[in-house]
């Protein structure tokens, strides 16, 4: 088996180009709104999820999923669309993580999730990192992206 699939991810990103490796391996990760939190005094923004291990899947065959934290520092402001913050049992799909430079190196990562929801940071720059927190388990299947 692969080492890479054995052993737990952990990246950061301090530009935009680290931020698609790091948004790549977040695609498809379950999040509960239960487990975000935006702290504003450490200017931090924070999120457990359950990631779908692309690496496993496709080196090893085996779908699988792993708990990851994911933070974001230096966020000056954050806001959501699309879902309510104290509904704390809504499910989110992660799609992809981006950023958008506003006047460098400050700008607004963006979390897109399914059902046209969002999480949008405004940070001073970019400062995000993402480890698995523990063992793999298996997936019941692999992530579906249904064209509509």
């Given at each position: 088996?692969?080492?890479?699939?054995?052993?737990?991810?952990?990246?950061?990103?301090?530009?935009?180009?680290?931020?698609?490796?790091?948004?790549?391996?977040?695609?498809?990760a379950?999040?509960?709104?239960?487990?975000?939190?935006?702290?504003?005094?450490e200017?931090?923004?924070?999120?457990?999820?359950?990631?779908?291990?692309?690496?496993?899947?496709?080196?090893?065959?085996?779908?699988?999923?792993?708990?990851?934290?994911?933070?974001?520092?230096?966020?000056?402001?954050?806001?959501?669309?699309?879902?309510?913050?104290?509904?704390?049992?809504?499910?989110?799909?992660?799609?992809?993580?981006?950023?958008?430079?506003?006047?460098?190196?400050?700008?607004?990562?963006?979390?897109?999730?399914?059902?046209?929801?969002?999480?949008?940071?405004?940070?001073?720059?970019?400062?995000?990192a993402?480890?698995?927190?523990?063992?793999a388990?298996?997936a019941?299947?692999?992530?579906?992206?249904?064209?509509?």
């Amino acid at each position: 088996m692969n080492s890479a699939v054995k052993n737990p991810l952990k990246l950061i990103a301090l530009d935009a180009d680290d931020l698609s490796v790091l948004s790549a391996h977040m695609q498809d990760a379950a999040a509960r709104v239960a487990d975000m939190a935006y702290l504003p005094a450490e200017k931090r923004f924070a999120m457990l999820v359950n990631r779908f291990d692309w690496l496993a899947a496709v080196g090893a065959g085996v779908p699988q999923r792993r708990r990851t934290g994911v933070h974001f520092d230096r966020v000056m402001k954050a806001r959501v669309r699309g879902f309510d913050l104290g509904d704390k049992s809504k499910s989110l799909n992660l799609l992809a993580v981006e950023f958008a430079e506003a006047s460098a190196p400050a700008g607004t990562v963006t979390l897109y999730f399914s059902g046209d929801a969002a999480v949008q940071l405004e940070v001073e720059c970019l400062e995000a990192a993402i480890s698995d927190l523990g063992p793999a388990w298996p997936a019941n299947e692999y992530p579906r992206h249904d064209e509509s």
